[in-house]
């Protein structure tokens, strides 16, 4: 079993930076091969890729984010992190880590098979 707790969620005004992180852990578990992906979901809108990364370090990025948000990942700590910048009120919504046993930096939803519960990013206006 893989479990995955994400932090660093809160509120802050437009144009601030953010930095989220994503602690990876499990028997058998290992950031070294899986692909970790960053998703969200603002209220009364389906959940959304944001940013994901493969086993081998490629990076993908939603066009809503690219050049503001950056993926990161630590493989000694099993830890990966989200780097926002620029932030806008529309980047306002609960965000998700995943993992994806086949390592690929995939953008969609089923591509994943173990998701985090979530943190609360709210940026006001």
């Known amino acids: 079993q893989v479990q995955l707790v994400e932090s660093g969620g809160r509120l802050v005004q437009a144009g601030a930076s953010l930095r989220l992180s994503c602690a990876a852990s499990?028997?058998?578990?290992?950031?070294?091969?899986?692909?970790m992906g960053w998703f969200r979901q603002a209220p009364g809108k389906e959940r959304e890729f944001v940013a994901a990364?493969?086993?081998?370090?490629?990076?993908r990025y939603a066009d809503s984010v690219k050049g503001r948000f950056t993926i990161s990942r630590d493989n000694p700590k099993n830890t990966v992190a989200l780097q926002m910048n620029s932030l806008e009120p529309e980047d306002t919504a609960v965000y998700y880590c995943?993992?994806?046993?086949?390592?690929?930096?995939?953008?969609?939803?089923?591509?994943?098979?173990?998701w985090g519960q979530g943190t609360q990013v709210t940026v006001s206006s």
């Open positions: 995943a993992a994806a046993l086949r390592g690929l930096a995939t953008a969609t939803i089923g591509g994943y098979e173990y």
């Open positions: 499990g028997r058998y578990f290992s950031t070294y091969t899986y692909g």
């Open positions: 990364i493969s086993w081998s370090g490629s990076t």
